[in-house]
């Protein structure tokens, strides 16, 4: 028995990993010392929390494991024996002797570098996507400020052009009244460049503590314009004390560029609708909603 379950310890393609109870590494199969650049020799007897990216994220695990018995499909990383990084799929279970005791755990582990950088690749289109469908919108929101920016110039360029109006104090009260007006339309167009810009860079999913209210709002003026030509109304009905949470903050902007384009595309043939935006924190969660009074699915295509 032991030699046929050695066997499969050498011949598995998953890298499996045994510790006993005070989480010290027992066995170290050859896809683990593949994958992870590590002789057997050498991490026999090493704590099994020195692996992972973050140490904590082991006890954590093992107080999951000794009170459901198993934790399957967990995302983590690990540190290769060069200081990169090892995307896995982890299921960490108990290890049991003859008597039923726990005498330590098992962890199962597939290389999921291959699927995450597909994810990314496919992540990265979809944003290329959602800029393209922002296009329309940015070019509004651009040509509006550019036309008063437009305006205002022509107006003081006459105003100025060997005229002896130039020297009249009524004159020069509108010139100074109107300057201001071209610097606030030239920093408008300056916000909604960055805004885009920085949502177009954002090219990596990244976990992060934000705020779910901003994350919205980066996003929403890009679609509001489209929304108006369409008579529909945006409304927000946000809670300002919601708190900060961790999220991925790109991902989840696409959901509301998704939700909120299906929501005006639908109602885009009525010529008019709502859509409400809403956030909250219900049960120590954060809550968000997005829900519109078009005419929703119809029962037998849903």
């Known amino acids: ?4 379950l050695q066997n499969v310890l050498k011949n598995s393609p998953m890298i499996i ?14 896809r683990a010392e593949q994958c992870l650049g590590y002789a057997q020799a050498e991490v026999i007897g090493r704590p099994a929390a020195e692996f992972y990216e973050d140490p904590a994220e082991r006890d954590k695990l093992m107080v999951r494991v000794k009170r459901d018995g ?41 290389d999921i570098s291959a699927r995450q950088a597909l994810m990314d690749q496919v992540i990265q289109s979809e944003r290329l996507a959602a800029v393209g469908r922002l296009a329309a919108g940015v070019a509004h929101e651009i040509n509006n400020p550019l036309a ?25 009260a509108e010139i100074i009244e109107a300057l201001p007006k071209v610097s606030r339309q030239v920093d408008r167009c300056r916000s909604i460049t960055h805004r ?62 998704n939700l909120i384009s299906n929501a005006i595309q639908a109602m885009g043939h009525r010529g008019e609708g709502n859509i409400w935006l809403s956030t909250a924190v219900e049960e120590g969660k954060v809550k968000i909603v997005v829900r519109d009074d078009g005419p929703g699915i119809a029962k037998p295509v849903l």
Not at 148 to 172: F, N, V
């Open 70 to 110: 198993t934790v399957r499909h967990h995302e983590t990383t690990l540190g290769h024996k060069d200081g990169t990084r090892l995307p896995v799929d982890i299921t960490v279970s108990r290890l049991h002797d003859s008597d039923g005791e726990m005498i330590g755990t098992v962890g199962i582990c597939m």
């Open 17 to 30: 990993i045994t510790t006993d109870m005070d989480g010290l590494i027992v066995s170290f199969n050859p």
């Open 196 to 257: 885009l810009l920085n949502f177009a860079r954002k090219s990596e999913a990244k976990v992060e503590v934000a705020n779910v209210n901003a994350a919205m709002d980066e996003i929403l003026p890009f679609l509001v314009k489209e929304a108006r030509l369409l008579n529909i109304s945006i409304h927000k009905e946000y809670d300002q004390g919601l708190p900060r949470v961790r999220m991925e903050e790109m991902q989840l902007q696409e959901v509301f560029i």
């Open 1 to 4: 028995t032991r030699d046929y």
């Open 148 to 172: 008063i920016i437009g305006e205002i110039s022509g107006y003081l360029g006459e105003c100025l052009e060997d005229d002896p109006r130039a020297e009249d104090p009524d004159t020069l």
